[in-house]
C-alpha cells in the first residue's frame, strides 16, 4: 500500500511539474514519455532483479532500491523548484475549491468513466487474468504464457512511449478514440479464444491500443486551467486505478459464475468477461466522443 501511494505520489506530481514548466503543445508528449519509461522500467526489472536477488538476497535489493530512490528525491528537492518563477503556489483552499470545479464539471466524467475502463481492463488482464485465461484455455507451459504476457507487456510499454508523439501530430482525443475502439475490437477477439499465435499477437495489440488512452491523463491540461491541473489530473488517475481493482473483481465475478473441469474454467468464461468489459467500454466511449471538441 505505502509503495502504490509513493507511486502516485511520483507520477502525479510530474504530470502537474509538467503543466506548470512546459507548454500545451509539449504536456502530451511529456506526459506519455513519463509513464512510457516506467512501464520499460518494470520490464527490465525482471530478468536483472531476480539476478540481484539470487545475488544478493531480497532485503539487499530494497535496501539499493530505496537508497536510490532517496538520493533522486534529495536531488529533486536541492535541484528543482515546484514552479517557474513568478507563479505562486496554490494553498490548501484553493485545493478544495478546485476539487469542487473538477468534480462539478461534466468534462470530467466523460474523461473520467472511460479510462476508468480502458486502464482497467488493460491492468486487470495483464496483472491478473491474461495467465489464468492462457492457462484453462491453451493449459500451456509457463514459460510459453511467459512469452506471450511478455508480448502484451511489449505492446503497453510501446503504446505508452509512442501516445504523446501520436496525440501531438493527430490530437490527443483522436488518439485516445482510436485507441479506445481497437482496443474493443481486441478483447472480442480474445473473447472468442482464437489460436495461441493470434491470441499472442492479438495480446500484443490489445496492450498498444489500451496504453494509448493513457492520454486520458493529460487532458486536462485542455479543460482546466492550469492552476488546478494537478487536481484534475489526480482525480482522474483514481478512476484509472479505482477501474483496475473494480475490473478485476467482476471479471472474477464472472468467471468464478462458471462451473470449473479439472481445475479451469471454460473459455465461455472469458468470453463473457471480455464481453462485458467490451461492452462496457462501448458505452462509455460514445460518452466520451464529445471530448473530441476539446484540444
Known amino acids: ?69 532517496v538520493l533522486v528525491a534529495v536531488a529533486l528537492v536541492i535541484g528543482t523548484r515546484n514552479t517557474p518563477p513568478g507563479t505562486a503556489w496554490p494553498g490548501k483552499t484553493a485545493d478544495l475549491r478546485a476539487l469542487r470545479v473538477v ?30 485465461y492462457l492457462d484453462d484455455l491453451f493449459g500451456i507451459s509457463s514459460l510459453q504464457r511467459g512469452n506471450v504476457l511478455l508480448l502484451l507487456s511489449l505492446g503497453v510499454t510501446a503504446g505508452f512511449l509512442v501516445s504523446g508523439w501520436l496525440s501531438a501530430r493527430v490530437g490527443l482525443a483522436n488518439i485516445v478514440i482510436a485507441g479506445t475502439t481497437v482496443f474493443i475490437a481486441s478483447q ?4 472468442l479464444h482464437p489460436p495461441l499465435t493470434i491470441v499472442a499477437v492479438t495480446g500484443a495489440i490489445f496492450g498498444f491500443a489500451g496504453a494509448l488512452t493513457i492520454m486520458l491523463l493529460a487532458q486536462p491540461r485542455y479543460v482546466f486551467p492550469v492552476t ?24 472474477g465475478l464472472i468467471i468464478g459464475a462458471f462451473p470449473e473441469s479439472g481445475g479451469h474454467y471454460p473459455p465461455a468464461s472469458y468470453t463473457a468477461a471480455l464481453l462485458f468489459s467490451a461492452a462496457a467500454t462501448v458505452v462509455v466511449l460514445f460518452f466520451y466522443l464529445p471530448m473530441r471538441r476539446v484540444e
Open 1 to 69: 500500500a505505502l509503495i502504490g501511494v509513493g507511486m502516485a505520489g511520483v507520477l502525479m506530481g510530474a504530470l502537474k511539474a509538467f503543466s506548470q514548466w512546459f507548454s500545451a503543445q509539449r504536456y502530451p508528449t511529456l506526459s506519455g514519455l513519463l509513464v512510457g519509461i516506467g512501464s520499460a522500467g518494470a520490464l527490465f526489472a525482471a530478468t536483472p532483479l531476480a539476478w540481484l536477488n539470487a545475488t544478493l538476497g531480497w532485503r539487499m535489493v530494497f535496501i539499493i532500491g530505496a537508497a536510490m530512490i
Open 103 to 132: 468534480f462539478g464539471d461534466r468534462r470530467f466524467w466523460r474523461m473520467a468513466m472511460l479510462v476508468f475502463f480502458t486502464n482497467g481492463t488493460l491492468l486487470a488482464f495483464q496483472g491478473l487474468w491474461a495467465g489464468p
Open 188 to 191: 472480442v477477439v480474445l473473447a
Open 228 to 251: 488546478i491541473t494537478g487536481q484534475a489530473t489526480t482525480a482522474v488517475n483514481l478512476f484509472a486505478i479505482g477501474g483496475t481493482f473494480l475490473v478485476q473483481w467482476w471479471m
